[in-house]
């Protein structure tokens, strides 16, 4: 699975993206999430405050119950600020 | 049509450009955007960060959403990414149609859906230091209006 960070996400992970094999529990955004909250202190802040994090599966916007059975890409970010 | 780009964009031009040949549009309507000096502060430069491949396509779905909702005869959204100085063009939006209530009403619908949607993401050099900008509620809100009336 590929992971993609934007934005401030990205100052905290410390990567823009990688390729990661996640455990066969983790069916959801959510797991996803729990998960990566485990692979250190970046990680841990990165996902401290989930109210501002936005995600999407496959480039389509998802939330925490988005399924990511089937998908290769899962993105992180903060709400958007372009226009 | 939609295009993402670090160079600057002409506004006459892509009128232009879009009009050329067409004797059908009534009513043209464009909205550009442009990098202010003062947001909570002197700001000296923006980066512009996005989503390669996601962005184009949100573009896309927002584009076509404003065109199931009125009818328009052509459309552009140009938003810049990269770094952009005060007084610097950000985004443009061109809607054309018959008649100019459904232009300009779908420009804004465009502009008040990409703000909320498109991943972009804004990063100022404000008072000499580089910070995030935050989410704005009222653009959460003018975004929403156009849900609860249909």
């Known amino acids: ?83 | 049509m939609v295009r993402v780009q670090t160079e600057d964009f002409d506004i006459g031009a892509e009128i232009n450009a879009l009009t050329d040949g067409r004797t059908d549009i009534g009513a043209l309507v464009t909205f550009t955007g442009l990098v202010r000096d003062m947001n909570e502060g002197r700001v000296t430069l923006m980066e512009l960060e996005h989503y390669p491949g996601m962005t184009e396509k949100e573009l896309v779905r927002i584009e076509q959403e404003a065109h199931q909702r009125w009818p328009l005869q052509a459309s552009l959204i140009i938003h810049r990414i990269g770094r952009l100085l005060p007084g610097d063009n950000i985004v443009l939006v061109i809607t054309a149609s018959a008649h100019r209530q459904a232009a300009f009403e779908a420009a804004s619908f465009l502009m008040d859906y990409l703000k909320t949607s498109a991943p972009f993401w804004k990063k100022e050099i404000r008072d000499g230091k580089a910070r995030w900008v935050e989410v704005r509620e009222r653009d959460n809100a003018a975004m929403k209006k156009w849900f609860s009336q249909s």
């Not at chain 1, 996803?32 to 485990?38: C, I």
């Open chain 1, 1 to 83: 699975m590929k992971l993609l960070y934007f934005a401030r996400v990205k100052e905290s992970t410390g990567v823009a993206e990688e390729e990661v094999m996640l455990p066969r529990n983790v069916t959801t955004v959510a797991g996803v999430v729990e998960w990566l909250k485990t692979r250190g202190e970046g990680y841990t802040h990165a996902f401290a405050d989930l109210a501002i994090i936005r995600c999407a599966v496959d480039q389509q916007h998802g939330d925490l119950d988005t399924p990511i059975a089937g998908a290769s890409e899962i993105a992180f970010f903060p709400p958007v600020t372009g226009g």
